[in-house]
């Protein structure tokens, strides 16, 4: 079965984990809904979808309520970028493509946040060791 990449933010720590995860258990979900922690590995947690991209890399938008991609006319906002303020006109207009907000198997990532915390930590659970912080080499001058 095709894997989706979920990345995992964690709001009180200001961390972010990934895993690879099988593709079965989001399809047919929208971006806003929760999934249960256990699916994950993470018992007692509850996680929010809150974006992700295909395989292409093109984003999610949460207000089109569509599973494909299309081609939308934007003013501002996500998922349109200017380069300079000074070049462009005060009422610019563009195209971009865009994927809708349910999950497919075209969608290559995910973005979840933890919104229920469960005892233990997501380190213990999924069993990461910390990198350890090696101390600067110290320079003679001379």
Excluded at 52 to 69: E, Q, V
Excluded at 115 to 141: C, D, H, M, R
């Amino acid at each position: 079965m095709p894997e989706i990449k979920c990345v995992i933010n964690d709001t009180r720590t200001g961390k972010s984990y990934s895993k690879a995860m099988e593709d079965a258990i989001f399809l047919g979900r929208k971006l806003g809904d929760k999934v249960a922690g256990s699916t994950l590995g993470l018992t007692g947690y509850e996680l929010e979808l809150t974006g992700g991209s295909d395989t292409a890399g093109i984003p999610m938008l949460k207000s089109l309520d569509i599973g494909g991609r299309k081609r939308i006319i934007l003013r501002k906002g996500f998922g349109l970028r200017t380069r300079k303020k000074k070049s462009l006109p005060k009422q610019v207009i563009r195209r971009r493509s865009l994927r809708g907000n349910q999950v497919n198997q075209f969608t290559a990532q995910l973005n979840l946040k933890i919104v229920n915390y469960g005892t233990k930590s997501v380190e213990e659970l999924w069993n990461i060791q910390p990198k350890e912080q090696s101390a600067p080499a110290e320079q003679k001058i001379e």
